[in-house]
């Protein structure tokens, strides 16, 4: 069974770093796009930033350019999210997902999600 294991959140005072890893078990992690989303409490799922399995295409939420990066180790089946800066508004639930069709920047178009790691920022 394929599965996305994310890891890496916590709690860190505003203008701290934290790295998010999304481990993919079960199969290799393929041809297309990774992504990460994030929801905070009561709000929507959001995008935050996706890679092509190349790593030549990246994309990333307005609110987090600058500030995050997202990499991929295709021989270690992982996808990394490098948050710098970070701000209170950035504290959610970090989940990983595998693009399937359409538009990235769409949760209706990844197929497969992980559980998810919290992240809180503390101002």
């Known amino acids: 069974q394929v599965q996305l294991v994310e890891s890496g959140g916590g709690l860190v005072q505003a203008g701290g770093s934290l790295r998010l890893s999304c481990v993919v078990s079960?199969?290799?992690?393929?041809?297309?796009?990774m992504g990460w989303f994030r929801q905070a409490p009561e709000k929507e799922r959001d995008f935050v930033a996706a890679?092509?399995?190349?790593?030549?295409?990246?994309y990333y939420a307005n609110s987090v350019e600058g500030r995050f990066t997202i990499s991929r180790d295709n021989a270690k089946n992982t996808v990394y999210l490098q948050m710098n800066s970070l701000k209170p508004e950035d504290t959610a639930v970090y989940y990983c997902?595998?693009?399937?069709?359409?538009?990235?920047?769409?949760?209706?178009?990844?197929?497969?999600w992980g559980q998810g790691t919290q992240v809180t920022v503390s101002s």
């Open positions: 079960g199969r290799t992690l393929g041809s297309g796009f």
């Open positions: 890679i092509s399995q190349s790593e030549r295409s990246t």
């Open positions: 997902a595998a693009h399937e069709s359409g538009s990235v920047y769409y949760s209706s178009s990844y197929y497969l």
